[in-house]
């Protein structure tokens, strides 16, 4: 069985950074399609970032693409999503899901397996 467990996350001052991790088990993140989502208060879940099985393709978000960075350390079998200059309109919770029918994707309704979310809430 697939599992995500996330971490990191917290309450950040504007202007700064947090990693977000996601570990896998029960399939190897080299061969899988693996994204990011959020979902702010109030409003749906959105995409962020997915990155592909040979990890040789990466697709974001255009208005975060400048700031956040998703990544995948296969010795870890964990995906990471590095979020800079963070900014209020950033708080959410964060998600990261697993893909295993497509390549690559950024529709929420293609991933089949959800870690727990993490809350990041950017506030002075």
């Known amino acids: 069985q697939v599992q995500l467990v996330q971490s990191g996350g917290g309450l950040v001052q504007p202007g700064g950074s947090l990693r977000l991790a996601c570990a896998v088990s029960?399939?190897?993140?080299?061969?899988?399609?693996m994204g990011w989502f959020r979902q702010a208060p109030g409003r749906k879940r959105e995409f962020v970032a997915a990155i592909n099985g040979n990890g040789n393709r990466l697709v974001y978000v255009e208005s975060l693409e400048d700031r956040f960075i998703m990544s995948r350390d296969n010795t870890e079998n964990t995906f990471y999503l590095q979020m800079n200059n963070l900014g209020p309109d950033d708080t959410a919770v964060y998600f990261c899901a697993a893909c295993l029918r497509f390549d690559i994707s950024d529709q929420e309704n293609e991933y089949e397996y959800w870690g727990q979310g993490t809350q990041v809430t950017v506030s002075s």
């Open positions: 029960g399939r190897t993140v080299s061969n899988t399609a």
